[in-house]
């Protein structure tokens, strides 16, 4: 099986050298635990050292509070930019084809196939799905959206905004049941934790693990562990 190194340092040696290729990834936790950052890093490494070009699709945050917020760390983002390496994209639901799922899954995978991107980002999954007013109509429309994505061969880590318990792995309840792996970011001031809950196809590590966020960016210590017990639900 092919790895997609994620850049995000610790961590793929907790899962076999990377992401598997083509995969979807939930990115899940609340407030402050670092989900844009870790998939940020994740798109920068890709288009920095690998020449993978990746997208950003953002669903609330505006692009331009993305680049400014990103500004903290030693990223060298604007060339990247310039060579249609790294982009970011503000996406609006469109609401004439509220129940066309495979119309508005085809607006967001039409942006990776226009710059022929490896990797995505979609931020947030639960902003993409707040405007649906049922979970089975939920679940379609992530289904629709992963299965296309997949068969671009782009790597893709969807967020999803929880309240920030450890138990708690997702919004809706079923994110979690249609993609290929789960990363948990968890925030219980002041410390920060990962926790990998699932990844298809890799023997990954089932520890959780210290994160720290610095002037670098997020790095996750791979070394040393934090009792499952300590961390508030």
Not at 41 to 68: D, F, Q, S
Not at 144 to 157: F, H, M, Q, S
Not at 160 to 189: A, H, I
Request: net charge negative; with cysteine.
């Amino acid at each position: 099986m092919k790895r997609i190194p994620t850049g995000v340092p610790g961590l793929d040696d907790l899962i076999e050298g990377g992401f598997p290729e083509s995969s979807s990834i939930l990115v899940s936790g609340g407030s402050g635990c670092g989900k844009s950052i870790f998939c940020l890093e994740y798109l920068y490494y890709g288009a920095k050292e690998l020449g993978e070009p990746g997208v950003y699709i953002t669903m609330e945050e505006g692009p331009h509070n993305l680049w400014w917020n990103m500004q903290r760390f030693k990223w060298d983002l604007l060339p990247l930019e310039k060579e249609n390496k790294l982009k970011i994209y503000k996406f609006e639901p469109s609401l004439d084809l509220k129940n066309d799922m495979s119309a508005q899954a085809a607006r967001i995978v039409d942006k990776a196939k226009s710059m022929g991107a490896k990797r995505m980002v979609i931020d947030s999954i639960t902003a993409f799905s707040f405007w649906m007013d049922d979970v089975a109509k939920i679940r379609y429309a992530i289904y629709v959206l992963v299965e296309e994505l997949r068969k671009i061969d782009c790597t893709t880590i969807l967020t999803c905004e929880t309240t920030g318990g450890k138990n708690q792995v997702s919004r809706f309840g079923v994110e979690e049941f249609l993609v290929d792996g789960v990363v948990q970011l968890m925030y219980v001031p002041p410390h920060r934790s990962m926790f990998i809950r699932k990844m298809r196809g890799t023997n990954h590590d089932k520890l959780v693990h210290p994160v720290v966020i610095d002037d670098r960016g997020l790095t996750i210590n791979s070394k040393e562990e934090i009792l499952w017990e300590a961390i508030k639900d």
